[in-house]
């Protein structure tokens, strides 16, 4: 099991630039998160999914958009970068209420993108 | 509103000394969970404990240790006898419920363990 994995591990963008980050889980998990990291500020939630389809808003969704169209994968988008998109991002799955560990989250390794 | 302070930003302590660290957690709701996690300076999160609200018996593990009280809405975690590669940064977080089991994390505090 590979757990959770993101693509990619870096990356560097000009303002205005688009990109997708990736997160994989083979845990047939049905929720999947993404968090973002900025100093001293712990981990904010940007969007989630409780399933395969759906998608929802979190705390800091503004200049993001996600998808979910098969259940293993969860997408960030972002559509024209902006400096204040630097960041750590973190993705993250749970096997959702079905489980006993409905409140455990498996977190992937993380994405450094900078925007210049 | 739910909310996870971690007051203590930074400590420093020498090796082998005992070390705490604070966690307050604000919620309405009866039933939550708390967890903490680890982040080396590798940048991954390390899940370290889960625990429920029903279940206020503090944890050990080795060298760690967590104290639930529910009186005083903290979940503090100590380290017994500090080693370097305890250093990191421990997050707190709360984990709200509601439909999306998102969690809702402390800022975090940055642990250095010197030699």
């Known amino acids: 099991n590979a757990g959770v994995t993101q693509t990619p591990k870096f990356r560097v963008l000009k303002t205005g630039q688009s990109m997708t980050l990736l997160c994989a889980q083979d845990?047939?998990?049905?929720?999947m998160y993404w968090y973002r990291q900025d100093p001293g500020m712990g981990l904010r939630l940007i969007h989630y999914?409780?399933?395969?389809?759906?998608?929802a808003k979190g705390e800091v969704p503004d200049g993001y958009n996600v998808s979910r169209l098969k259940k293993q994968n969860f997408l960030l988008g972002l559509e024209s970068a902006a400096p204040s998109q630097t960041s750590v991002y973190f993705c993250?799955?749970?096997?959702?209420?079905?489980?006993?560990?409905?409140?455990?989250?498996?977190f992937g390794p993380g994405t450094r993108l900078t925007v210049t | 509103a739910q909310k996870v302070t971690q007051a203590q930003t930074e400590i420093s302590v020498v090796e082998k000394e005992d070390v705490t660290l604070d966690c307050v957690y604000e919620?309405?709701?009866?039933?939550?969970?708390l967890f903490w996690y680890k982040q080396p300076p590798s940048g991954e999160l390390v899940f370290l404990i889960r625990?429920?609200?029903?279940?206020?018996q503090n944890e050990i593990s080795g060298r760690y240790s967590w104290n639930f009280q529910k009186s005083t809405s903290s979940f503090n975690f100590t380290i017994t006898a500090s080693q370097v590669v305890d250093s990191a940064v421990y997050f707190c977080?709360?984990?709200?419920?509601?439909?999306?089991?998102?969690?809702?994390f402390g800022s975090g505090t940055r642990l250095l363990v010197r030699p």
């Open positions: 919620t309405r709701d009866t039933t939550y969970y």
């Open positions: 999914s409780v399933g395969e389809g759906t998608t």
């Open positions: 993250a799955s749970s096997p959702g209420m079905t489980s006993a560990d409905s409140y455990e989250q498996y």
């Open positions: 625990r429920n609200s029903f279940d206020e």
């Open positions: 977080a709360l984990s709200v419920m509601d439909s999306s089991y998102k969690l809702i």
């Open positions: 845990m047939n998990h049905e929720y």
